[in-house]
């Protein structure tokens, strides 16, 4: 799976909205919206952030690994 296809899935399957995870990265919208479309390549930072809100690793989010496991703590 690709990326942007998985962060598209773990937002609507918590039934949030664009505009609500496009406020937790301090980015538009429209700019999360290109994310999850594939038009723009998301920032490591701001993978980084979406592994930590869904708790699931970063292996996860960029389809190196189908097992959501969960994000490691420090």
Known sequence: ??????I?????????TQQQIADLLHIGQRTYS?????????????I??????YNV???YITGASDVESPYPEK
């Open 34 to 46: 290109d994310y999850e479309s594939g038009r723009t390549r998301i920032p490591i930072e701001r």
């Open 48 to 53: 980084m952030l979406l592994a930590q809100f």
């Open 57 to 59: 690793s970063m292996d």
């Open 8 to 16: 598209r899935n773990l937002r609507e399957d918590r039934d949030l």
């Open 1 to 6: 799976m690709i990326y942007y296809q998985r």
